[in-house]
Structure formats: structure tokens, C-alpha cells
């Protein structure tokens, strides 16, 4: 008798007291990160971000760097779907050409959540959210500061752009908020416009051949990206002008090498484009898995900073 009272009384207590609490440990969330690549200071701060907040909130990342081609990231994702992560993440290099691989994911029912860049497609169901800058303001920050910085001068004023890469969210759309300021007054032309991809190394190399081909006629460079700008400025002194001076250098992302070329007086002003998006895309990732409601859209704040404020804001900045 005493051995089957045991028995009920065993099976009668809770489950969990018959097993390990480890047992009972919440499963870590596995995340899927399909990073551009690592082309500028900015993507590396922002891949810095991203890995030290999962660390951070627990989650388990699985992280890639496509070397900002697109069949590398879409490669990337695949591996996650095959790897059944719980959500996958990314920065989509250029706007079109994923329909196809978000489409596995949403029939493998793994939420996808879009950070940095955005994507052009009809199908918003495609993923959960869009953490990331609005880029047409960025633009339409940089030809208001042009603008008002050149209002007493009647022109004409002459200006070559460095483009990022051909096809992304954030070349299009700083193209396209810039151009919606200039326009309203002729006397500002853009002269040449080119990409350099973002990388130091090519706005150096595409802003020679503007010199070359322009030479004193350039007024004003902008850039869409600081490196680009920083690239641009040693071609600039290389050719034996003064940058900052005698061409005005309007750029974007904010980093610290932007503030050090502004203290130098070789960068005029530079427009904040926040790569510290890791806490907010770790704390989308949660709610997702919590079941909870999460905006289609979540634009990060930003500012501008003329060369004038860079040395007290410098001692600020994290990335
Ligand atoms: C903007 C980001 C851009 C940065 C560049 O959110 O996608 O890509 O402006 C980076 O520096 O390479």
C-alpha cells in the first residue's frame, strides 16, 4: 500500500518539481542577421550595434556580411530559413529583387524584419517592420543648409555628387530630397554626378575625374556618405585645393572621421544618419516572439551638424 501512496503522491506533484529548472529555462531567441557588408564606418558601427545588443538582450544571432552583393544576402537568408531561425533581419543592399526569398521565408512562417534600408515592393507583407532613417530628409536637410548658406550669393553654383550604391534606398532617396530643395532657386547646378559605392576609396577615385574634368568650375561637393566625402577631400588637396574652403563638402552618416575632417576645417557640414539601430531592432525581435503588435514603419531621430558645432559635439558621439 505505502508504495503505490508513493506513487500517487509522485505523480500528483507538479512536473516541475520532478525536473531540472534548467529544463524549464526559456529557449534563447535565434535571430538571423543578413548584413550589406562592411564598405564604410558607418556599417561597421552598425554591425557593432546589432552584435553587442543581441549580446546584450539574450538572443542568439546568427550574422553574415554579403560584401554588398545581393545574392550574397539572399544566400544568407535562405540559410536561416533552412536553419528555422525564429526571425530573420536585414539591411537590403539595394531597393528591388527580393519578392522571391521573402516569400520562402513568409511560407516558412519566419517574420523578417528590415533594418537601415528599405525595399521597393508592392507586397508590404512581406516583412514585420522598417527600422531605419528617412533618407529623403536627410537629403532635404543637406540642400537647406546649402541653400542658406549660399542665400547671399547669386551664383552660378556649381555642384558634383557622389552617389551611393546605385540602387539602394539611401542613394535614391538623398538624391531625391536634395534635389526637391536646390530646385527652387537655378542658380545651383549639379555640373556631374556619380557613384562611389560608399567606399572611401571610390569617391577618392570618381572625384579626381570631376577635378579633372571640372576643375576650379566645382563649387560645391555632395557627398552621400562621410567616407565617400573623406575619399573625396585627398583628392581634393591632392590636386592642390583646399576643401572646406575653396569647394564647399556637404556629406551624411555623421562619424567620427566626418567630425575629425570638420575640426580640421575640410568638411562643412555633415548630416546624422544614426547606424546604432541594435536596441530597437532586439526589442522589435522580442515583441515579435511576445505575439505583440509592432509599427510597419519606425524612423529613427536625427540631427545636423555644421562644422562649427563638431569640436563640442565630438567628445558625444558613439560611433
Ligand atoms: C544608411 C546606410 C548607408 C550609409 C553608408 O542608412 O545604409 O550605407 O549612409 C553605408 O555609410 O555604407
Not at 564606418?41 to 549580446?55: F, H, P, V
Not at 550669393?153 to 556649381?158: D, E, L, R, S
Not at 525581435?285 to 565630438?314: C, L, N, W
Request: a positive charge.
Amino acid at each position: 500500500m505505502k508504495r503505490r501512496t508513493v506513487l500517487v503522491a509522485m505523480a500528483a506533484a507538479p512536473l516541475g518539481a520532478m525536473l531540472p529548472l534548467s529544463a524549464f529555462a526559456q529557449k534563447p531567441i535565434v535571430l538571423g542577421f543578413a548584413q550589406v557588408g562592411a564598405e564604410s564606418e558607418w556599417r561597421t558601427a552598425n554591425t557593432e550595434s546589432i552584435k553587442s545588443s543581441a549580446k546584450e538582450a539574450g538572443i542568439d544571432l546568427k550574422f553574415s556580411d554579403a560584401q554588398q552583393k545581393q545574392e550574397n544576402q539572399i544566400k544568407a537568408i535562405r540559410s536561416y530559413i533552412a536553419q528555422k531561425v525564429d526571425v530573420i533581419a536585414f539591411s537590403p543592399v539595394v531597393e528591388t529583387g527580393w519578392e522571391t526569398v521573402l516569400v520562402e521565408a513568409k511560407n516558412a512562417k519566419i517574420p523578417v524584419v528590415l533594418t537601415d534600408r528599405a525595399i521597393s515592393s508592392k507586397d508590404d507583407s512581406l516583412y514585420v517592420t522598417f527600422i531605419g532613417s528617412d533618407f529623403t530628409e536627410e537629403g532635404r536637410k543637406a540642400g537647406r543648409w546649402l541653400v542658406e548658406k549660399e542665400k547671399g550669393n547669386p551664383g552660378p553654383i556649381n555642384i558634383v555628387e557622389l552617389q551611393g550604391t546605385v540602387g539602394s534606398a539611401p542613394a535614391i532617396d538623398r538624391k531625391k530630397g536634395f534635389e526637391e530643395i536646390i530646385k527652387s532657386d537655378p542658380k545651383f547646378k549639379i555640373i556631374r554626378s556619380q557613384t562611389g559605392d560608399f567606399t572611401r576609396a571610390k569617391g577618392k577615385e570618381v572625384m579626381e575625374a570631376f577635378l579633372k574634368a571640372e576643375g576650379k568650375k566645382i563649387n560645391v561637393l555632395y557627398a552621400h556618405n562621410d567616407d565617400m566625402a573623406i575619399g573625396a577631400i585627398q583628392a581634393i588637396e591632392e590636386a592642390g585645393m583646399k576643401p572646406g574652403k575653396d569647394i564647399i563638402i556637404i556629406s551624411v552618416d555623421g562619424v567620427k572621421g566626418a567630425f575629425e575632417a570638420m575640426m580640421a576645417g575640410k568638411l562643412n557640414v555633415s548630416v546624422e544618419c544614426s547606424p546604432l539601430l541594435g536596441p530597437q531592432l532586439m526589442s522589435v525581435v522580442k515583441d515579435i516572439k511576445a505575439g505583440k503588435s509592432v509599427p510597419k514603419r519606425i524612423v529613427t531621430q536625427e540631427s545636423i551638424f555644421p562644422m562649427e558645432v563638431a569640436a563640442k559635439e565630438f567628445p558625444n558621439r558613439k560611433y
